[in-house]
Every structure is written in structure tokens, then in C-alpha cells.
């Protein structure tokens, strides 16, 4: 059973940043792609980011330039940096495989971008 540990969301103003957190419990965990996942109130659960084995990154279109996706394989650790955050960005910010998740779902950690 892989366990999935979001952390480092909040509420910010927006324009600010935020630096999001994800340690999965899985000894495979560097041969492996991972994603950055977000669900916003009444709406599906989206992927934002992915990166894979060698370190090559995706975003979806509204947030490149603003988000990095990076991971620390020491640490079994994928991480998001969020900048020039908006209200858009406003969601549960999960982590999982990717681009198609396929382990259970962590509790997540909430990002509130507001004034």
C-alpha cells in the first residue's frame, strides 16, 4: 500500500507563492513519473504537472511560467512551486502517478488564493 503525504498548502494573497510538498512511501519511487494533480470546489480532479525519470516536465497551459514541478529521489519527495498565484488556482492539490494516477489518493493539502 503506497501512501501519499501532501503538505505545504495555505491561504495566500494573490500574486504570492507557495511551495507544495508530496513524500510517497514507495522504494520505486525514482523510476517513476509523478504528477501534480488539483480539484477545485464542484469541479473534476485535474493534472497540472508531471515529471519523469530523467527530470522532463509538463503544465498544463494556464500555469506555465508560474509553476515548477521538481523532485528530490533521496527523499522519495515530489515538490510545486507555485508563483503569481491567482484565484483560479484555488483548490486541493493532490499528488499521485502520472499522467494516469494510479494509487489511492492521499488526503491532499489546500490551496486558497484570495484577497
Known amino acids: 500500500q503506497v501512501q501519499l503525504v501532501e503538505s505545504g498548502g495555505g491561504l495566500v494573497q494573490p500574486g504570492g507563492s507557495l511551495r507544495l510538498s508530496c513524500v510517497a512511501s514507495?522504494?520505486?519511487?525514482?523510476?517513476?513519473?509523478w504528477g501534480w494533480y488539483r480539484q477545485a470546489p464542484g469541479k473534476e480532479r485535474d493534472l497540472v504537472a508531471t515529471?519523469?525519470?530523467?527530470?522532463?516536465?509538463t503544465y498544463i497551459d494556464s500555469v506555465k511560467g508560474r509553476f515548477t514541478i521538481s523532485r528530490d529521489n533521496a527523499k522519495n519527495t515530489v515538490y510545486l512551486q507555485m508563483n503569481s498565484l491567482n484565484p483560479e488556482d484555488t483548490a486541493i492539490y493532490f499528488c499521485?502517478?502520472?499522467?494516469?494516477?494510479?494509487?489511492?489518493w492521499g488526503q491532499g493539502t489546500q490551496v486558497t488564493v484570495s484577497s
Open positions: 515529471i519523469n525519470r530523467s527530470g522532463s516536465t
Open positions: 499521485n502517478v502520472g499522467p494516469r494516477p494510479s494509487y489511492s
Open positions: 514507495r522504494s520505486t519511487f525514482s523510476i517513476m513519473t
